[in-house]
């Protein structure tokens, strides 16, 4: 488990340490195109939530977010010994998103974001909404593949059970 707290302390500091960058670099200087009209880096002080959901409700926003990363990580403490390492990867980048984006909310009353795809007018992210998404993507893959081996496995013990009672058909009529 402490490998993965690691995981979890250096993807935080890793968000926090791009964020520095981009007050330090990016603020007052405009959008800076890394690819012309595809992939800028433009600083945003965003007030809500992910990709600018929920904008102007902060408290609203952080007593969720509380809520949901302290009800994770207690999943993630609780369950640690019967979760896949797909499982706890996916845990940990949510709650590590989570904490990078609350630390923002907490000091500074915003979340600096600086990913701009301008390619497909999305919104300006972060390394945090990075790790969320990411996150939220390997759960949804460890669902799909769980849900494949729960249905081999009881396809295979219908064959089994029909392969079962087969034999002692064929028992009992020799």
């Not at 390997?138 to 396809?155: A, G, M, P, T």
Request: net charge negative; charged share 15%; with cysteine.
């Amino acid at each position: 488990m402490v490998y993965w707290f690691l995981f979890m302390i250096a993807m935080v500091f890793s968000d926090q340490l791009t964020k520095w960058l981009a007050v330090i670099k990016l603020k007052g200087e405009g959008s800076f195109p890394l690819w012309e009209g595809v992939f800028h880096f433009t600083y945003v002080e965003n007030t809500g939530s992910a990709f600018g959901m929920l904008k102007d409700h902060r408290w609203v926003f952080m007593s969720m977010s509380v809520i949901l990363i302290v009800g994770l990580l207690a999943f993630f403490i609780w369950f640690y010994k019967s979760l896949s390492p797909l499982m706890r990867c996916a845990c940990s980048m949510i709650i590590a998103g989570g904490i990078g984006n609350m630390i923002d909310r907490v000091l500074v009353g915003y979340v600096v974001d600086f990913f701009d795809f301008t390619l497909i007018d999305f919104a300006v992210f972060n390394v945090a909404d990075s790790f969320v998404c990411i996150g939220a993507g390997l759960f949804v893959l460890w669902f799909i593949i769980d849900s494949v081996k729960e249905y081999r496995q009881k396809k295979n013990a219908i064959q089994s059970s029909d392969n079962s009672a087969t034999d002692k058909e064929e028992n009992t009529e020799q």
